[in-house]
């Protein structure tokens, strides 16, 4: 287990105050409920001159019945929620571009108070009548996988607790997932999936804070067995995000070599293949019934033959552990192809051969670039 206090972590935690997100307090002085701990809103409660139990009541209202006014919550005097609106704010970021592909899926253009945005899919599952919420967690992102459009744009800034729990509590809005006021409406649970913009782990700090948040049984009441934390292999953060979170953890591979993955996902000069999967078999809770999930992006005659994926099989020997074959969503600019069906056939018959479930993934949203590796958030993609 890798050392909490070692200088890698904390240059790490360095970097990502670098690019820190504005404050919780509105150009009005009214103070953002949304994105506090439950410590941090029973003290605005007490600064304000109210007693504890009015900050279990709105994070109740907050986060379980997905309230946005305070005139709303019943439970509590008028006179009280006028107190509560002159103080405090429950905000949800602006929905600056809300798009609808052909398959259904849908994304979200994300606008917040300083007006930098991004972007945030909605996957529906017809079956169980539920989907998947693939969230952000950058402004951009500095790690330039040569096969993801996001990394073309630059790192703008971190998103706040409050801005990671936000898209979640917007996505819920539009697609209608809160119970009603008397609890007739079916509670149905998204999953959460950090897949959207961004590297997750080099935004820990606010990234663990909002799946605290999430994870609240009195709130919104998400197992950690439905959020999904996806890292190209910040290596000294993975250690402590599965002990403090606990969340499904994905891995976004691509490669089985060091000089291939070194090109593709540069992160790998820093991290190589032999550290990553050391820290995929310390991380905690691994399990046949919780497999590590690697993500593999198929690009046509870089990584896709049967040697790549015999050599893969050799690589993850003893994880237990699922890989996701990911057809390559060409975006405007991409330099590379999507490997042919009969070559993404093969690779995934070998991995299954050797005991590994390797589902092809059906790309979602492709005709509104909301598939996989195809979110970028510059403020072209609302006005063009």
Same mark, same amino acid.
């Given at each position: ?34 994105? #506090?701990? /439950?410590?941090?809103? *029973? =003290? @605005? ?9 009015? !900050?279990?009541?709105? &994070? ?58 991004v972007e945030t899919v909605y996957i529906p599952d017809r079956v169980e009548d539920r989907g998947a919420v693939c969230i952000s967690s950058q402004v951009g992102c500095t790690l330039s996988c040569r ?7 630059? #790192?703008? /800034?971190?998103?706040? *607790? =409050? @801005? ?9 809005? !539009?697609?209608?997932? &809160? ?24 935004n820990y700090e606010n990234v663990a804070k909002a799946m605290k948040i999430v994870m609240d049984g009195e709130g919104i009441g998400l197992s950690r067995r439905r959020i999904t934390l996806s890292t ?77 994926a015999r050599a893969l099989v050799y690589l993850i020997a003893g994880l237990p552990a699922k890989v996701n074959l990911i057809p390559f969503n060409p975006w405007p600019g991409s330099a590379y192809e ?47």
């Amino acid at each position: 287990m890798s050392d909490l206090t070692a200088p890698e972590r904390e240059r790490i935690l360095a970097k990502a105050a670098l690019f820190a997100p504005p404050g919780p307090v509105l150009a009005d002085g009214r103070r953002d409920l949304v994105g #506090l701990s /439950r410590a941090e809103l *029973a =003290a @605005e409660v007490a600064a304000v001159g109210e007693q504890p139990f009015r !900050a279990k009541q709105l &994070w109740h209202w907050i986060y379980h019945q997905g309230v946005r006014e305070f005139s709303a919550m019943s439970s509590i005097a008028r006179p009280l929620q006028e107190k509560f609106a002159e103080h405090f704010v429950i905000s949800r970021p602006e929905v600056a571009l809300d798009q609808r592909a052909r398959d259904e899926t849908r994304k979200f253009l994300f606008k917040f108070r300083d007006n930098e945005a991004v972007e945030t899919v909605y996957i529906p599952d017809r079956v169980e009548d539920r989907g998947a919420v693939c969230i952000s967690s950058q402004v951009g992102c500095t790690l330039s996988c040569r096969f993801c459009h996001t990394g073309t744009q630059r #790192l703008a /800034r971190n998103l706040s *607790a =409050a @801005e990671i729990v936000g898209q979640f509590l917007a996505a819920r809005d !539009a697609y209608g997932e &809160w119970p009603s006021p008397k609890g007739e409406t079916p509670r149905l649970l998204s999953t959460i999936v950090l897949m959207g913009m961004g590297e997750p782990l080099y935004n820990y700090e606010n990234v663990a804070k909002a799946m605290k948040i999430v994870m609240d049984g009195e709130g919104i009441g998400l197992s950690r067995r439905r959020i999904t934390l996806s890292t190209s292999g910040v290596v000294p953060m993975m250690d402590r995000a599965g002990e403090e979170l606990g969340v499904n953890l994905a891995v976004s591979l691509h490669a089985v070599r060091d000089d291939l993955r070194d090109e593709i996902v540069p992160l790998n000069r820093k991290y190589p293949i032999k550290e990553l999967i050391a820290a995929c078999k310390r991380y905690p809770g691994a399990s046949n019934a919780r497999r590590i999930t690697f993500e593999y992006v198929m690009l046509k005659g870089i990584n896709d033959s049967e040697t790549d994926a015999r050599a893969l099989v050799y690589l993850i020997a003893g994880l237990p552990a699922k890989v996701n074959l990911i057809p390559f969503n060409p975006w405007p600019g991409s330099a590379y192809e999507t490997s042919t069906p009969a070559a993404i056939r093969k690779f995934a018959e070998i991995v299954m051969a050797a005991g590994y479930a390797s589902p092809i993934r059906t790309p979602r949203g492709q005709d509104i670039l909301a598939a996989c590796g195809q979110l970028k958030s510059l403020e072209q993609t609302a006005t063009g």
